[in-house]
């Protein structure tokens, strides 16, 4: 069993839904808890973090994290074109910047006009 | 706005050749990470390096070296190409500090073919 499942998709959702991604993990050592975008044929960029269990919501990006259930979850409201992309999960145990990330293998999102 | 930029783009080789890829950041960054990305695999770190001529395996080491001389450089070594390490290659750093905020930037990766 993989550490980290995230659904492949691909997701295909029309402008202006709401979008929920997800990830579940295995280890309950994990409490540091990213969110990457990558968009095709560039590298991930990090969209948002997140600390132990809790909400965090930056603009139309909403994340949060239930370490009760390992589970995960990124929201985006108002869903543009531009946010088609494949959106990667990541945590680690806390020793923030010096340890590697364990991440899901990502999820592809198209927003259609 | 931290930069990591990667020697090439796109890249390719033949089996058994000797291969490096290049990392380079300009931010005074402590840690330097390599992975690779495939797809129904997701990220897989091979290797990363706290401190100049330091370095320490990841996952899946098997195949590949790496060499820090510098700070602001970290190259991964394919000694002998396979075309079992076809794949897009990343590049990441982190500060180093243990703040919240440390987390890793991508440089935007190399796509190697091994025919």
């Known amino acids: 069993q993989k550490e980290v499942e995230q659904d492949p998709g691909p997701l295909s959702v029309p402008e202006g839904a709401i979008v929920s991604l997800n990830c579940t993990y295995s280890?309950?050592?994990?409490?540091?808890f990213m969110w990457y975008r990558q968009y095709s044929r560039k590298g991930p960029e990090l969209l948002m973090y997140?600390?132990?269990?809790g909400n965090k919501e930056d603009g139309r990006f909403t994340a949060q994290v239930d370490k009760s259930s390992k589970y995960i979850s990124l929201f985006i409201r108002d869903s543009q074109p531009s946010d088609s992309a494949t959106y990667l999960c990541?945590?680690?145990?806390?020793?923030?910047?010096?340890?590697?990330?364990?991440f899901g293998t990502g999820t592809r999102l198209t927003i259609i006009p | 706005d931290v930069k990591v930029t990667q020697s090439s783009r796109y890249l390719v080789k033949r089996t058994g050749e000797k291969v490096f890829l290049e990392c380079v950041q300009d931010?005074?960054?402590?840690?330097m990470f390599w992975y690779r990305q495939d797809p129904g695999l997701g990220l897989r770190l091979i290797y990363f390096?706290?401190?100049?001529?330091?370095?320490e395996k990841g996952d899946i080491p098997e195949g590949y070296s790496v060499s820090r001389e510098k700070k602001e450089r970290f190259s991964l070594i394919l000694e002998s190409a396979s075309t079992n390490q076809t794949s897009m290659y990343l590049c990441?750093?982190?500060?180093?500090?243990?703040?919240?905020?440390?987390?890793?930037?991508f440089g935007p990766g190399t796509r190697l073919t091994v025919l």
């Open positions: 990541a945590m680690s145990g806390g020793n923030f910047g010096n340890e590697k990330l364990t």
């Open positions: 280890n309950s050592a994990f409490q540091y």
């Open positions: 997140t600390y132990s269990s």
């Open positions: 931010m005074d960054h402590e840690n």
């Open positions: 390096s706290y401190d100049v001529k330091m370095k």
């Open positions: 990441a750093t982190t500060a180093g500090t243990r703040q919240l905020t440390d987390t890793q930037y």
